[in-house]
């Protein structure tokens, strides 16, 4: 009896091992190698989608660059990644977005990229348009439009040369719906806060890259935006100015995606055929509807 018991066990886990190893074979079938030696430019790769998206583009054997301001986070992440993949390089480099001549130094030191995908961002307060502070707005712009712009500039002139790339822009839904107020209620559901300054940000977003898109339509380079609704990152942190309380509220009585979610989408439309270009893509967790349309079991 012991001895088909044992039988048993061993079976169970030799059926574990291979379901789990045939997943990774469909997921690399899927993909067909084609992120393979591509080299990968994120910003904002220090946490949150950034710095999942490092690790799903590492799994693909793809060759990152890694930029944030906290340099000592991308450094930690390159040390783990090129330990976990040696045969894939990680450079992590410090960068500002906000700052174009440091934009065009890390750009000239780079080799070719292939893949850029425009993370970083930042939304600073809830206030309304009358209350808010303007220093901390052009924080914003200077982040989540300026530095989109300058990057992909500085890069483009590689892709058109090459005839190759792709450019991804992490939006949101926040870059559909336009709607007036900072704190939006709606009927049975609890609030949900998604503030003017956001919006604004988000349209500019949205509004470069469908333009882009049409720019390089006559060539074989990919312009895609990937919008997700509620994300549990530290982006809601830096919200509220590190109020940990204020920024868990906002994920209160729901299960909202988290950045692996996002990073492996992004990893997907990248890894699509040539021909293919996923222009653009909107996550939401279940319980999520629209940007004011969120059941909560509170």
């Known amino acids: 009896m012991g001895a088909q018991l044992n039988m048993v066990i061993f079976l169970l886990k030799s059926a574990r091992f291979a379901v789990f190893h045939f997943s990774l074979y469909i997921r690399h079938f899927n993909i067909m190698g084609r992120l393979e030696g591509k080299t990968v430019f994120i910003t904002g790769?220090?946490?949150?989608?950034?710095?999942?998206?490092?690790?799903?583009?590492?799994?693909?054997?793809?060759?990152?660059?890694?930029?944030?301001?906290?340099i000592d986070?991308?450094?930690?992440?390159?040390?783990?990644?090129?330990?976990?993949?040696?045969?894939?390089?990680?450079?992590?480099?410090?960068?500002?977005?906000?700052?174009?001549?440091?934009?065009?130094?890390?750009?000239?030191?780079?080799?070719?990229?292939?893949?850029?995908?425009?993370?970083?961002?930042?939304?600073?307060?809830?206030?309304?348009?009358?209350?808010?502070?303007?220093?901390?707005?052009?924080?914003?712009?200077?982040?989540?439009?300026?530095?989109?712009?300058?990057?992909?500039?500085?890069v483009l002139p590689s892709m058109k040369e090459r005839q190759t790339g792709h450019i991804i822009n992490l939006g949101s839904i926040a870059g559909k719906q336009a709607y007036p107020g900072g704190?939006?209620?709606?009927?049975?559901?609890?609030?949900v806060i998604i503030t003017w300054d956001s919006k604004t940000t988000k349209h500019a977003v949205e509004a470069i890259t469908g333009s882009l898109r049409h720019e390089l339509v006559d060539t074989p380079i990919r312009v895609s935006a990937i919008c997700p609704g509620l994300v549990d990152t530290e982006f809601s942190t830096v919200r509220f100015r590190g109020d940990k309380q204020k920024a868990d509220n906002v994920y209160a009585g729901i299960q909202p995606l988290v950045a692996q979610d996002i990073a492996e989408i992004i990893v997907f439309t990248?890894?699509?055929?040539?021909?293919v270009n996923i222009a653009d893509m909107l996550i939401f967790p279940t319980n999520q509807a629209s940007a004011t349309n969120v059941a909560r079991n509170i």
Not at 270 to 275: F, Q, T, V
């Open 73 to 154: 986070r991308i450094e930690e992440l390159k040390q783990e990644l090129e330990k976990k993949y040696p045969s894939i390089t990680v450079k992590a480099v410090q960068l500002d977005v906000r700052e174009k001549k440091q934009i065009d130094a890390v750009i000239a030191d780079c080799p070719p990229i292939d893949i850029l995908l425009n993370n970083a961002g930042m939304v600073l307060g809830v206030e309304h348009l009358q209350d808010v502070d303007e220093l901390e707005f052009d924080q914003m712009i200077a982040t989540n439009i300026k530095g989109l712009v300058f990057l992909t500039k500085a």
């Open 270 to 275: 990248a890894g699509r055929p040539p021909h």
């Open 45 to 70: 790769a220090s946490a949150g989608i950034g710095e999942a998206s490092a690790r799903e583009f590492a799994k693909e054997g793809s060759n990152l660059i890694l930029t944030a301001r906290r």
């Open 183 to 191: 704190s939006i209620y709606c009927g049975k559901f609890k609030e």
